[in-house]
């Protein structure tokens, strides 16, 4: 699970595109989602397995006793627990994806092109000012994305969270 | 005395249910091994409908486990569980008839108290009036009204536990287990909890099964107590019988005090070490040169008002504890047997006016109160 975090972006980035190109999938959208999530994956596990060591068994195990299923215990008691280490890693994700430029550069295809590896081909041509405009946004963006995913589980995370998603 | 005789007619009602089998629960030679070690080994154990049962033991002699196997967190290697006759050892939790109330509490943190308790009723479908009644009848009974829209993390350690204790009793278990739920409160308010789980029992009138280490609360709240050690309940019966007839050496000497006197058997007593002996008169059972022991109990010692008929020996003094309401003195009545005998002190302390450390006293017991011959 843990591998793509210390393997060197470049080769999973090759890795991926031999193996699609092996198995006969067009560089395109489906192979940049495909290679993007695997990726992601060893971040949202090392994100939610330290909540979910945290999680006292017993909670489960009382909402078990008091008539829910398997699937309610989850729904009901869980997943409300969960939901801000969830949430904080949806956005960590999504901005280390976002920023991302090795993988998608290997896993994309023409169209449609990550912001990433579109600046990139524009760059190759002298900046323009669009690009700085771009940069700047996306520098900003990204900060403020992380800042709040750092911030997520100390609002919700220590008094309880407050709002229940899937209600009561 | 009316007190006495009402508990002694709830006892005879509790053994006749437990003769005509209307037990609440039962269960027959369950087994659980954990790893190398048997966790609870073919374990036979009948509790009565509306009987306050405690399983009392050490850390890990099997009393949790045979808890959570009773609510269906953990299943029987083999064995059976039945509740009201009904086998059971299948079942998830979810479909069985009991409640538990968690070591941890283990509160949905993210729900109101109001929510908590409403839980198990909601997820029985019960309708919405039926639920706010039956809710607010049970935070009443719990006296936490007006706390219910509080989050459980606003309350205090005891109000806790009394949420864990409502949202289990909502559902009208038939079975309520208990697992230590007053181990994590301080001293007077696991006191007052006692007495509030003992009152809450007798008026909703549902069998409690509680698991305990602490042997006070067992002898004081339960109709009966079930001691148990590594895997195996040692003995079964009122807190009268296991304190007063310990069936075992262990059960002697873990519920209270016991003064225990072993060496090998005369025909008319003990012999002690250093050849000291102990006339007990004859034991039940015993031959001459087995080795024996007994157990007195130290406030069953007397150190004055001596009768003939007693078991008597010397004892040199070694150190006198005074503690308020008692006083504790500990002798050497033969080389390495220590006894301690417990006095009150009914008019006040007489420390000073009694013995000094080194001196040879008598002390004496009525041989009905040996508790012997112990294995």
Not at chain 1, 65 to 89: E, H, K, Y
Not at chain 2, 274 to 285: A, H, K, Q
Not at chain 2, 307 to 333: N, R
Request: with cysteine.
């Amino acid at each position: 699970m843990l591998i793509p975090l210390i393997t060197p972006e470049i080769v999973t980035g090759v890795a991926s595109l031999m193996l699609f190109k092996g198995v006969g999938l067009q560089p395109s959208l489906t192979t940049l989602m495909l290679a993007q999530t695997t990726f992601s994956i060893s971040y949202v596990t090392v994100i939610l397995r330290a909540r979910v060591a945290e999680l006292n068994p017993e909670v489960e195990q009382a909402a078990m006793d008091l008539g829910a299923n398997r699937f309610q215990a989850l729904r009901l008691v869980t997943l409300p627990v969960m939901w801000p280490a969830i949430m904080s890693a949806a956005i960590l994700i999504f901005t280390i994806v976002f920023d991302d430029f090795v993988l998608a550069f290997f896993t994309s295809g023409v169209d449609p092109q990550p912001l990433s590896v579109r600046i990139y081909s524009a760059i190759r041509f002298g900046i323009q000012p669009s690009i700085n405009a771009v940069g700047t946004l996306m520098l900003v963006g990204s900060l403020v994305l992380i800042a709040i995913a750092l911030l997520i589980p100390r609002l919700f995370g220590r008094r309880g969270n407050s709002f229940d998603l899937f209600g009561g | 005395m009316t007190t006495r005789t009402a508990v002694a007619e709830r006892i005879t009602a509790i053994d006749s249910a437990v003769a005509t089998s209307a037990c609440a629960v039962s269960l027959r030679r369950v087994t659980k091994p954990y790893g190398e070690r048997t966790a609870v080994r073919e374990l036979n154990l009948d509790i009565a409908s509306g009987e306050f049962f405690s399983l009392l033991g050490p850390s890990g002699c099997g009393k949790t486990t045979t808890l959570r196997m009773v609510g269906g967190f953990v299943d029987p290697s083999y064995g059976e569980v039945s509740l009201h006759g009904k086998d059971v050892t299948d079942l998830p939790p979810n479909r069985r008839d009991v409640n538990t109330v968690f070591q941890s509490y283990a509160l949905f943190d993210h729900l109101s108290v109001w929510e908590n308790v409403a839980f198990g009723l909601r997820r029985r479908g019960v309708g919405k009036t039926e639920t706010t009644r039956r809710v607010g009848e049970m935070l009443e009974l719990v006296q936490l009204t007006g706390r219910d829209k509080d989050k459980p993390s606003a309350l205090s350690g005891g109000q806790r536990q009394r949420v864990a204790l409502a949202r289990a009793l909502v559902n009208r278990p038939s079975v309520l287990l208990l697992d230590e739920p007053l181990a994590a409160l301080d001293l007077k308010l696991r006191k007052a909890m006692q007495v509030e789980l003992k009152r809450i029992q007798r008026e909703v009138g549902i069998t409690f099964v509680f698991v305990t280490h602490d042997q006070d609360e067992a002898l004081t709240m339960s109709d009966r107590i079930a001691v148990m050690s590594e895997g195996k309940v040692h003995q079964c019966g009122t807190p009268e019988d296991i304190y007063e007839r310990p069936a075992t050496r262990f059960v002697a000497e873990f519920i209270g005090t016991a003064n225990l006197m072993s060496g090998s058997y005369t025909g008319t007593g003990i012999e002690l070490p250093g050849g000291v002996p102990l006339y007990t008169g004859r034991l039940d059972g015993c031959s001459i040169g087995d080795e024996v022991a007994i157990a007195v109990r130290p406030e069953k010692m007397w150190l004055s008002d001596l009768t003939p008929e007693m078991v008597q020996t010397d004892g040199i003094l070694k150190a006198t504890v005074y503690g308020g309401a008692t006083t504790t003195y500990l002798f050497e009545i033969a080389p390495g047997v220590e006894v301690s005998v417990l006095e009150q002190n009914l008019h006040s302390a007489r420390t000073e006016e009694r013995w000094a450390d080194g001196e040879r006293v008598r002390i004496g017991w009525h041989a009905k109160h040996s508790l012997a011959p112990l294995t």
